[in-house]
């Protein structure tokens, strides 16, 4: 199973991204997927996460202005981000809980992480 994350850049602040995750791989079933985002100097944070079924949760930094959603057809995750600000600056990085196929393993996959840059 892998995780191949994009859509990450340089942007001025108050512009908008749009972040992309697409698994592939032997995949039976995606529970959760989310999106988490590590600035320079400090730990990982959840940003936000979506169960199979479209149920959401935010990083209170995050509401309003992000959007994750995600399309199980295509086993992708999308992270819309408007109104960006500079603190909204890091790797961010996806992750599914993953059925894998023909077995009862489940397991946290992460994709390789794509950099946002939001300058002031």
């Known amino acids: 199973v892998q995780l191949q994350a994009s859509g990450g850049g340089l942007v001025l602040a108050g512009g908008s991204l749009r972040l992309s995750c697409a698994a592939s791989g032997s995949i039976s079933v995606i529970y959760d997927m989310a999106w988490y985002r590590q600035a320079p100097g400090k730990q990982r944070e959840l940003v936000a996460t979506?169960?199979?079924?479209?149920?959401?949760n935010y990083l209170d930094s995050v509401k309003g202005r992000f959007t994750i959603s995600r399309d199980n057809a295509k086993k992708t995750v999308y992270l819309q981000m408007n109104s960006l600000k500079p603190e909204d600056t890091a790797v961010y990085y996806c992750?599914?809980?993953?059925?894998?196929?023909?077995?009862?393993?489940?397991?946290?996959?992460w994709g390789q992480g794509t950099q946002v840059t939001v300058s002031s």
């Open positions: 979506i169960s199979y079924g479209g149920n959401t």
């Open positions: 992750n599914a809980d993953v059925l894998v196929l023909n077995s009862y393993r489940r397991s946290l996959y």
